[in-house]
């Protein structure tokens, strides 16, 4: 079957400090990936997605970006963070097709400082 | 444009009640919708999905959905609330944009259950 790994499960940067989160797959091959963020009490908002390796597709301007540098490997990056950035981050995949859920990870909640 | 709304943000009932989570939704095709939940701190878990067919669908942990094209809705159903369904409940249409299958989400329905 398969599975969504996301780690680490929580972290707390400095402001102005570099972000690397991981995402991975298993029991699959060729997944679309997203990365959403989740602001407290508020709902998802879509990242970046990847309908192959090193293909990345933005839907908002931001201080992120990702990289996919194996079929099953999604990693969201920052070079230097913003408090803004602070928020709970979820990977996702799924199969090819608008029928196809997409399945989550149990996500990192991000703390700036 | 396509759009899902979840007009109740905070719902509570008492364990063992019966519940509806309403979610309306606008696309001009023939939707794909799923039900997702959202444990505090977790990811989210899919509850069920309709994509044609029988227009009541049933999921996990007792869940059902009917959908109604007339009324452009897809309400979640569960016949008696346990505690441990109190969490977030997330409506989604998905479909195609930019090559990728995409979910639009609604806003969420916080549940708490008393005992």
């Known amino acids: 079957s398969q599975t969504i790994h996301q780690w680490p499960a929580t972290l707390v940067q400095p402001v102005g400090s570099p972000l690397s989160l991981e995402c991975t797959v298993e029991?699959?091959?060729?997944?679309?990936l997203y990365w959403y963020r989740q602001a407290a009490g508020r709902g998802l908002q879509l990242l970046f997605y990847?309908?192959?390796?090193?293909?990345i597709s933005s839907e908002v301007p931001q201080n992120l970006s990702a990289s996919r540098p194996q079929d099953r490997q999604f990693i969201l990056s920052s070079k230097k963070l913003l408090l803004s950035d602070s928020g709970f981050y979820l990977c996702a995949w799924s199969g090819q097709g608008a029928s196809q859920p997409q399945h989550f990870g149990d996500g990192t909640r991000l703390s700036i400082l | 444009a396509q759009s899902v709304t979840q007009p109740d943000i905070h719902i509570t009932v008492s364990e063992g009640a019966s519940l509806e989570l309403r979610c309306n939704y606008s696309y001009g095709a023939t939707p794909y919708l799923f039900w997702y939940v959202q444990s505090p701190g977790q990811g989210l878990q899919l509850l069920l999905k309709?994509?044609?067919?029988?227009?009541l669908v049933q999921g996990i942990k007792g869940f059902e959905a009917e959908f109604k094209r007339s009324q452009s809705s897809f309400n979640l159903r569960k016949p008696s609330v346990h505690w441990s369904d109190a969490a977030e409940y997330f409506c989604?249409?998905?479909?195609?944009?930019?090559?990728?299958?995409?979910?639009?989400f609604g806003a969420g329905t916080r549940l708490a259950v008393h005992p």
């Open positions: 029991g699959t091959s060729n997944p679309n």
């Open positions: 309709y994509f044609s067919g029988d227009t």
């Open positions: 990847s309908v192959g390796i090193g293909q």
């Open positions: 989604a249409v998905g479909l195609i944009s930019g090559g990728y299958n995409k979910l639009i």
